[in-house]
């Protein structure tokens, strides 16, 4: 049962932040990851408890494949690079 690795960026330091995703893409794909939503355009209908600001969404055979790539060696000195560059808030969520 597929899984998502979902982010909200606002992105500080596009510059910057454009050598992240060069660098993270590859590491979700080793980890089956499938980007389903990078950016574009939204129409957000309701924000009562959250605005959105660019949504990413990652799509992972299962849970444990994408908690397997937020949490491995590969992507620990890449997340830096967006938290540095970026205010995000990141979650997994199961496809159910």
Do not use: H
């Amino acid at each position: 049962m597929s899984a998502f690795v979902v982010v909200d960026t606002k992105i500080n330091n596009p510059e910057a932040y454009e050598e992240y995703k060069k660098l993270a893409k590859p590491i979700a794909e080793k980890y089956g990851g499938v980007y389903r939503v990078r950016g574009g355009t939204m129409d957000v209908r309701e924000t009562g408890l959250w605005t959105p600001t660019r949504v990413v969404i990652i799509e992972f055979p299962d849970f444990q494949s994408a908690q397997a790539f937020v949490d491995s060696k590969e992507y620990a000195p890449v997340r830096p690079l967006r938290l540095k560059n970026a205010e995000c808030t990141l979650f997994i969520v199961d496809g159910g």
